[in-house]
T-cell receptor, first 114, second 109 residues
Framework: DAMVIQNPRYQVTQFGKPVTLSCSQT?????MYWYQQKSSQAPKLLFH???????NEADTPDNFQSRRPNTSFCFLDIRSPGLGDAAMYLC?????????????FGPGTRLLVL | SQQGEEDPQALSIQEGENATMNCSYKTSINNLQWYRQNSGRGLVHLIL?????REKHSGRLRVTLDTSKKSSSLLITASRAADTASYFCATDVAGKSTFGDGTTLTVKP
């Protein structure tokens, strides 16, 4: 089945130790998003790629970076994780950025920072 | 920033009852979407309603949109234990979605 896959599902890292989260999709969608979701809060958009075009949200900390080497894969790099970065990280895709586009979400990676 | 606010934050009902949750937003939108999130999982799209629509149905789901009041409601009829989840509204402005904080629904068997 076509889907959005995130690995790993759970990630434990140490304070300040770089970590990379992975997302892949078999939907062949043009757009890939990364969201941060803290407990009982709304998913917060960090950035998205439209094809190879990177779009950063204004309030996304510089500590968060992303790479999209090809259509199928997108990575979230946290250069120096702090305790406040512990959260669920959700990857999503959509066909385009037109109105009425539905986003398809992966199961998320829960990050714990020790 | 543009954001949907949901009410109530938490809702607990018995199986078979109806569940209603509301979403309010601040500025004009292109559409509004509802998503479900099971505990510790990703979001699943439920339904989209466009700004020129007032009501949509999908199975046991009924969504209304009142653009004059900048609000939407999601009704789940004849709820089941499997409906236990968090429900988020997402407002779309110029192709960008912003999520509300969600309503946590618990359906007791």
């Amino acid at each position: 089945d076509a889907m959005v896959i995130q690995n790993p599902r759970y990630q434990v890292t140490q304070f300040g130790k770089p970590v990379t989260l992975s997302c892949s999709q078999t939907l062949n969608h043009n757009v890939m998003y990364w969201y941060q979701q803290k407990s009982s809060q709304a998913p917060k958009l960090l950035f998205h790629y439209y094809d190879k075009d990177f779009n950063n949200e204004a309030d996304t900390p510089d500590n968060f970076q992303s790479r999209r080497p090809n259509t199928s894969f997108c990575f979230l790099d946290i250069r120096s994780p702090g305790l406040g970065d512990a959260a669920m990280y959700l990857c999503a895709t959509s066909r385009g950025r037109n109105v009425d586009e539905t986003q398809y979400f992966g199961p998320g990676t829960r990050l714990l920072v020790l | 920033s543009q954001q949907g606010e949901e009410d109530p934050q938490a809702l607990s009902i018995q199986e078979g009852e109806n569940a209603t949750m509301n979403c309010s937003y601040k500025t004009s939108i292109n559409n509004l979407q509802w998503y479900r999130q099971n505990s510790g999982r990703g979001l699943v799209h439920l339904i989209l309603i466009r700004s020129n629509e007032r009501e949509k149905h999908s199975g046991r789901l009924r969504v209304t949109l009142d653009t004059s009041k900048k609000s939407s409601s999601l009704l789940i009829t004849a709820s089941r234990a499997a409906d236990t989840a968090s429900y988020f509204c997402a407002t779309d402005v110029a192709g960008k979605s912003t999520f509300g904080d969600g309503t946590t629904l618990t359906v007791k068997p």
